[in-house]
Structures are given as structure tokens and as C-alpha cells.
């Protein structure tokens, strides 16, 4: 009896054994034709979407997007001074004048003096005089052009030139303030233009980040435009030279640049995927899960799904570029499209590699927006000098100061100008869409939500700087 039991439990074993090793094959031969199935469907998704992108965009892939950009003329491009500047300062440049303890005393309103400290610490820190000469040399390279080199990875690809532009901006910011303080208004204009131009030096570069560092570049050369204009007073030849340099390059489509770019870089990186140049494993977002034997059969496995993941970010990113073609009021009026489309566990890769494009298109709208505030203030200030009083309107500048009425992005409407006590205010409604009477955005004012460009009657100008609070008076810089 226990022999026969033996043999029944050695069969049913033997049986079980069979049926699970059955099951198996049966399922690595359902994962293996799932993704067989998975990639040809795959493929075809692939190859209408690159059939619609090469239909909307022929110069799309990132060989011929570099091809086609525009070169500066030969020893003007204002890309080659950047890292020449960089190099000629220290890596903790200026430190001391942004640390968080110095914003009560450096974070003031543009019509007022820096505290004597902050200048004696911005002379300390501008004391590299080869730098400053090649800085302010940027004046006349309006023009700029940088040809990145991708990593396989492409996400890694370095851009220190890039960032170094936001050094080479501050470098500028400072000599224009010294400039002042040596009662030397045209180096402050020149300084400030070449301020622009340093952020112009980042050209239609193909690279979503580096455009988000132009954006950034441009609005802090604007501001240091508005302390300026709210610490003296400049030439009417000045300040048409001031004006034809923000009007060439607010109009700039930044954002076009940065989706056209990252749509040829993310797409170099989906290929390389693809084809095994790269692997996930190198990739800290997503590499813990494709690491190992498990993650390779992972990894294995998903790369049936790669070409539908390139296809859909392909698809994605021609819907936004599509959309940042249109005039800039086009854009805000249909800004859902810019949402970040919803992620699907068929598509996990593109969805992790989709950006924010909303937040960056808000961003470039804001910069927009600021541009033209500040080209209308230019010819406020240029109508003020020959008539001794501010416009009633915009509308009285267009023929003799302005080409055109200049549009709020956010509306569609003219840019407001509201006359206060001390100057004018010229404003937008910024990103919320809201009229908040020119309550401005700025350091000072982190709460306001319009985005413009602040103008001070001539005597309200230059006023002396505030007393450093007690708590401060005690801490080095």
C-alpha cells in the first residue's frame, strides 16, 4: 500500500512538474510573441510619425537642425567670449553679494542706491578687469551660436557655456551698478546692452534648458534696464539704440527653439535606445529597475514598446511645436495645448521624457511680455525728455516712438500704462490673467502678479539707500 502511494505521488509530481515547466515555456512563448506583436505595431506607429514630422518640419532631426541655424559673421559670434570670460573668473564669483542674508539690502527698489557695503563689495568682486573688458565687448556681438555635443545618454549632455552666460550677466549687472556710482551713464548703457547680448549669445541653441537660460538672461538684463533708467537719466540717442536692441530681440521665438531642440535631442536618445547605443541602466531616473538579470529581461522585454515610445513623443512634441509656430497672444489663448499629456504604462519612457511644456511655455510668455513693457517704457522715457511730461496714452507714441501698439501676450490687448504719484507703470497681466493695477513681480515684491517695466519722475530718482537693518549691520558679507 505505502509503495503504491509512492508511485501515485512520484506520478502526480512528475506530472506537476511537467505542467509547470509547460506553463512556462507556454508563457515565455506569450511574452516573446507579445512583443514581436508589440514591435511591429510599434514600428508602424514609428513610421507615421516620423512620415508627419518630416511632412510638418522637413529639417526636424537634429543633423539638420544644427545645419540649418544661422551663423554670426566671422569673430562676432558672442558665444565664443562666454567660457573666454568664464575662465578669467573664480568659481565662487560673487558670492558674497547673493547670499540669502544680504537680500534686505540688495533686493531694494530700482530708484535706490545700494548701502555703501554693497558697493565696496561689488568693486571687491569686479576687480578682473580682462573679464570686464571682454564683457562689455558683448555690446557688439549681438549674435551668438553654439553647437552641442550629445552624449549617448543625451540627458548628461554637459552645457557649463550655457550657464556660464547667467555669471557673465551678473559680471555686467555689477559694472553697470559701479558705472552709475561713478557718475558714468554711458558704460552703464553699454554694460546693460551688453547684458542682452550675453543672453543673445545663446542663439536659437537646440536644447530646452539652455532657451530657458536665454529667457532668464534677457529678463535680468531688462531689470538691470529699469535700474538704470530709475538711477539717471540717458541720451535720446541711447535710448533709441536701447530700444531697437529689446525690439529685435523680444520677438525671438524662444520657445519654438526650445521645442523644435528638445524634440531633435529626445529623439537622438529614443534611437540610441533603440539600437542598443545606450542602455537605461546608465540612467539614474529609471535604471535601479533595468539593472541586473531581472531588469535585462525587463529591459528586454520593454524594448518591443520603444518605437510606439518614440512615435508618441514624437507626435507629442509636433503638437507643441505645431502650436508655438503662432503668433505669441495664439499660443496663451490656446494654452491647453501645451498640457502635458497623461501617462500610460504602454508608453512609460516618453511620458518620463515629455517636459513641462506649459510651464516652459508660461515662462517664455512672461519674457515676452516683459520685453515689450520694456520697449514701450523707452519710448515713454524718449517722449518724456522732449515734452517734459509723460504720453497720456501708448497710443500717442505709435508713428514717432513706436512702430506699432504693442500687445499684452496674455490678452491680446495693448499693454497697459498707469500713471502714479511718482512715474508710470507699464504692464501686463501676466500669467493669471488678471488686471492687479501694475502690481509688479519683483524681488522686493515677490507677491505681485503683472509682469512690466516701472518708470520714476526724473526727481523721484536715485534716492539714498535704505539703512541695513540692525540684525545685519554685525555679518560679513
Known sequence: MKTLLARLRS??????????????????????????????????????????????????????????????????????????????????????LFIQGWEPVRDIPANTRFPAEVIVEARRVCEIRPAIELARSLKDRPLGLRVLQLTP??????????????????????????????????????????????SRSIGDETCLTSQLARMATRMRATRALEWVLAQTELTVERLSALQAAWATDAEDPLLLYALRGERATLDVLMENLQSGVTHPGTWPEVGEVHRGLLGE?????????????????????????????KPVEEQVQNKSTFNVPPHDRNHRIAGLLFPPTKAVAESYWRSVADMRCAIAALACERYRLKHGSWPASLAALVTDYLHAVLRDPFDGQPVRMKHVADGIIIYSLGVDQTDDGGDLRRPDNPNGKDEGFRLWNAKERRKPAAQRPAELKDEAP
Not at 508589440?38 to 537634429?62: F, G, H, K, M, Y
Not at 551713464?185 to 550675453?198: K, P, W
Open 11 to 96: 506520478r502526480w509530481l512528475m506530472r506537476a512538474v511537467i505542467a509547470i515547466f509547460a506553463i512556462f515555456i507556454l508563457l515565455i512563448v506569450w511574452k516573446i510573441g507579445e512583443r514581436e506583436w508589440t514591435r511591429s505595431v510599434s514600428n508602424q506607429e514609428l513610421a507615421a510619425a516620423i512620415e508627419e514630422t518630416d511632412r510638418s518640419d522637413p529639417d526636424w532631426r537634429w543633423e539638420a537642425l544644427n545645419a540649418k541655424r544661422p551663423r554670426p559673421p566671422e569673430g562676432r559670434n558672442g558665444a565664443d567670449l562666454i567660457r573666454l570670460i568664464k575662465n578669467q573668473m573664480s568659481e565662487d564669483w560673487g558670492k558674497p
Open 153 to 198: 545618454m543625451v540627458t548628461n549632455t554637459p552645457l557649463p557655456d550655457t550657464q556660464s552666460t547667467r555669471s557673465v550677466s551678473d559680471l555686467l549687472h555689477w559694472d553697470a551698478v559701479l558705472a552709475i556710482e561713478d557718475g558714468n551713464r554711458i558704460q552703464a548703457t553699454d554694460s546693460v546692452h551688453a547684458m542682452l547680448n550675453a
Open 297 to 325: 529581461l525587463r529591459w528586454w522585454h520593454y524594448r518591443g514598446w520603444l518605437p510606439g515610445d518614440r512615435a508618441r513623443l514624437l507626435h507629442n512634441f509636433n503638437t507643441v511645436v505645431e502650436a508655438a509656430r
